[in-house]
C-alpha cells in the first residue's frame, strides 16, 4: 500500500502561527482553559511551592500588597537569596526577570564588542542589536558533534576572539545553554576569567537553569560572583520557582558592580508579591527536594522513552529540557510542531536559533502523565509518516 506522503496531511493550526519570535512558553494565547500542554516553557512541573500558594490564597495580605508602593529594593527577598546560595546580600541584586537584567547589563556597561556563544537566548543578541551601530556582535557556535559544549572546536574561536575586546566589552554564556543544556566547566570560566581581566571587559553567565542541574552548587559560580570584578552571574526564579509570570530575577557580582546597578536603575523594580512569594519557595525545603528528586525521575524516564523512537537524536543536556534533532527523514521540525497542536501540545520549533536548522526541536521535562502522553504521540506521528 501506498505510503501518504509526510507532508500532505499537515495543516495550519487553528491559531496562525504568530509566535513571538525566539520563545516557548506563549500559552496563554489559547486561552485559560484551553487544556494545552506546554512543553516548550521549561518551568518546574510540580508548580509554586505550597508556601507561596497560600499567600496567593490570602486576599487580606494580597490587598495590602496591591494598594501599597513595594520596596526600593526588596531587602526580605535579597535575604532569602543570600541564605538561599549562602552569599553575602551585598554581592546580590534583583530586577524584574532574567530578561529585563539582560538588557540592564547591556545598558549601564555600555559595550563596544559583544561575544554571544551559540546556539542561546535570543535576548542577549536583542539587548545588544537595540544598540544598532554601536555594539558589534561576536557570534561563537558551539557545534552538534560536541553536544553544543564550548570546549574542541569552539572554545579557541571564544579565546581568539577575547583578543578584540576592550574595557566594558562582554562575553555572553548560558550555563546550563539554552536549547542545548550544556555546561561550561569550571576550568573554561576560570580560563576566560583570566583572559578578559586584562582587557577589563566582563563574562555574562547567565545560570537560569542551574537549579536544576544534579550537584548544581558544586557547577555554579555564584559562590565566586563577589571575587571577580569581571563576572556577572544571572539568575531567575522563572525556571525552578515556577513563576514566570512574576517576572523575577537577580544577579550576582562584586560590590563595586552591584552598587553601580543600584544607581542606574529604577526604584521599584520587583512588586511586593513578587517578593513575597519568591521569598517563601526558597524557605521551602521540602519542596526544592521534592522538586528535584521528582524532576530527576520524570527526566530518567522521559529521556529512555526517547530513545526508543527511531526517528528522533538525543542531545545530552543537564537541565530539565531536551533539545531534539529529527534524523533524516521527510518532515522537520516545524511539520511536528503543527501536528502535536493538534492534539493539545506545545513543543519548541528551534530552526530560529543561531547555529540551529529546522531539523531541531525542544521538550522540557513534565509529570510523568503528560510526557507519555507526548511520548504517544510521538509513536502516532512516525507511525504517520512512515
Not at 145 to 154: A, H, M, P, R, Y
Not at 200 to 209: G, Q, T
Not at 228 to 241: E, G, Y
Not at 315 to 327: C, D, E, Q, S, V
Request: overall charge positive; proline content about 4%.
Amino acid at each position: 500500500m501506498k505510503k501518504t506522503p509526510a507532508t500532505s496531511f499537515f495543516s495550519k493550526p487553528p491559531i496562525q502561527e504568530a509566535f513571538i519570535p525566539g520563545h516557548g512558553g506563549n500559552i496563554l494565547r489559547y486561552g485559560y482553559k484551553s487544556g494545552i500542554i506546554d512543553f516548550s516553557a521549561n518551568i518546574n512541573p510540580i508548580g509554586l511551592s505550597k508556601k507561596a500558594v497560600k499567600i496567593l490564597k490570602d486576599l487580606g495580605r494580597l490587598k495590602y500588597f496591591t494598594e501599597n508602593y513595594p520596596e526600593i529594593l526588596p531587602e526580605s527577598f535579597i535575604k532569602a537569596l543570600s541564605d538561599y546560595h549562602g552569599v553575602d546580600k551585598k554581592y546580590i541584586f534583583p530586577g524584574a526577570g532574567a530578561s529585563d537584567l539582560i538588557f540592564n547589563i547591556v545598558d549601564i556597561l555600555n559595550p563596544n564588542n559583544i561575544i554571544i556563544v551559540e546556539p542561546s537566548f535570543s535576548e542577549y543578541e536583542r539587548a545588544a542589536v537595540r544598540r544598532a551601530g554601536k555594539s558589534k556582535i561576536i557570534h561563537i557556535n558551539t557545534y552538534f558533534s560536541e553536544n553544543f559544549e564550548l570546549k574542541g572546536k569552539s572554545l579557541p574561536k571564544l579565546l581568539e576572539n577575547i583578543e578584540k575586546l576592550d574595557k566594558n566589552d562582554l562575553i555572553f554564556i548560558a550555563s546550563p545553554s539554552n536549547p542545548a543544556g550544556a555546561v561550561t566547566s569550571a576550568d573554561t570560566v576560570a580560563e576566560i576569567l583570566k583572559r578578559i581581566k586584562t582587557k577589563n571587559a566582563f563574562l555574562i553567565l547567565d545560570e537560569s537553569f542551574m537549579d536544576f542541574c544534579e550537584e548544581f552548587s558544586s557547577k555554579s559560580f555564584i559562590g565566586s560572583g563577589g571575587k571577580f570584578d569581571n563576572l556577572i552571574i544571572i539568575r531567575s526564579m522563572t525556571k525552578f520557582f515556577a513563576m514566570p509570570g512574576q517576572r523575577l530575577g537577580y544577579i550576582f557580582a562584586n560590590n563595586k558592580i552591584i552598587t553601580k546597578f543600584a544607581g542606574s536603575l529604577p526604584p521599584w523594580k520587583v512588586s511586593s508579591l513578587a517578593a513575597e512569594i519568591a521569598s517563601a519557595s526558597l524557605k521551602d525545603k521540602d519542596y526544592i527536594l521534592k522538586s528535584l528528586n521528582l524532576l530527576y525521575e520524570f527526566k530518567k524516564s522521559l529521556n529512555e522513552k526517547l530513545k526508543k523512537l527511531k526517528n528522533f537524536e538525543i542531545i545530552p543536556g543537564a537541565a530539565n529540557f531536551f533539545l531534539i534533532k529529527i534524523k533524516n527523514c521527510g518532515f522537520n521540525a516545524e511539520d511536528l510542531r503543527n501536528y502535536l497542536l493538534k492534539s493539545g501540545i506545545i513543543i519548541r520549533y528551534c530552526g530560529d536559533y543561531r547555529g540551529l536548522d529546522g531539523k531541531y526541536f525542544r521538550i522540557a521535562v513534565k509529570k510523568k502523565s503528560d510526557n507519555d502522553y507526548l511520548i504517544r504521540k510521538l509513536k502516532d506521528f512516525e507511525a504517520e509518516t512512515e
